[in-house]
């Protein structure tokens, strides 16, 4: 049993709708958008949640990544053939937690990854894992334990996943796995021109698609009470001052919902 340094975790699990939950488990999403800080490092099991996505939402979430993942040079993502409902599909090891701007001013890390971060809490994940077999099983909010008896039967089913661009984030304590948190890289905001990132019309157009998806879904499974509130892409105030056609209204929808909506991060 693999214990975590935070909280009264033993083996936590997020519960994400899809396709957000499989593009986490499949490497292809590397930084898990939240407007709440990771209580946890360490592994983080991840559950897809009972809706359907629909095929507009599967679409906008793909073009983004394949967007992002075009700036550095990756053209040939190939994505999950499928995307299950009310299963347990596999794990992530959280290994930090910053916020959005720290996060796009990262020069050590690639512009696509720096590109990812559109919420105010970043959750920095590595070494996806997936289940040969996905477990059925119902999802619940927050962060919380997996039943031992799930956990038990789940390890001994994980592979590792071949991500399309796996990347490394670098502690700033090695000796303290929770060095890497909220407020560690302020020395890195606004200090270089440089480091500024520039948001391309293309991008920006899949960004603001991904928005209006996430939105849908949002207002579709309002009130949905067994699923965390992560299906949606509100973004930064600085990354939402860059976007372009969208109005305040939509803004506001998507900024900071609270347990009981579905949209809060860029997933």
């Given at each position: ?198 948001i391309s019309s293309g991008l920006n157009n899949v960004i603001a698609g991904a928005r209006v998806a996430a939105t849908q879904f949002s ?49």
């Amino acid at each position: 049993m693999r214990r975590n340094n935070g909280g009264n975790y033993t083996n936590p699990c997020l519960t994400m709708h899809q396709p957000w939950a499989s593009l986490l488990v499949f490497g292809i999403k590397r930084v898990e958008g939240r407007s709440w800080p990771s209580p946890i490092r360490g592994r983080l099991w991840i559950h897809a949640a009972s809706k359907v996505p629909e095929p507009e939402t599967i679409k906008a979430m793909e073009d983004f990544y394949k967007e992002i993942y075009a700036v550095n040079g990756i053209k040939d993502l190939k994505f999950p053939d499928n995307y299950p409902t009310s299963r347990l599909i596999g794990c992530v090891e959280v290994v930090g937690c910053i916020t959005c701007e720290e996060l796009q001013n990262w020069e050590e890390l690639p512009e696509g990854v720096r590109l990812e971060g559109q919420t105010d809490y970043c959750w920095l994940c590595e070494q996806p894992q997936k289940l040969i077999i996905p477990f059925e099983m119902r999802g619940q909010q927050d962060v919380y334990n997996l039943e031992r008896k799930i956990y038990e039967a789940a390890v001994r089913g994980l592979r590792p996943v071949e991500a399309p661009y796996p990347v490394k984030f670098p502690l700033v304590d090695s000796q303290d796995p929770f060095s890497l948190k909220p407020g560690s890289l302020t020395c890195l905001s606004g200090t270089s021109k440089a480091s500024k990132l520039e948001i391309s019309s293309g991008l920006n157009n899949v960004i603001a698609g991904a928005r209006v998806a996430a939105t849908q879904f949002s207002k579709e499974n309002k009130g949905d009470s067994s699923v965390d509130s992560d299906a949606g892409i509100p973004v930064s105030s600085r990354t939402r001052n860059k976007l372009k056609g969208i109005t305040q209204n939509e803004e506001d929808v998507c900024h900071d919902a609270e347990p009981n909506s579905v949209t809060e991060d860029l997933k």
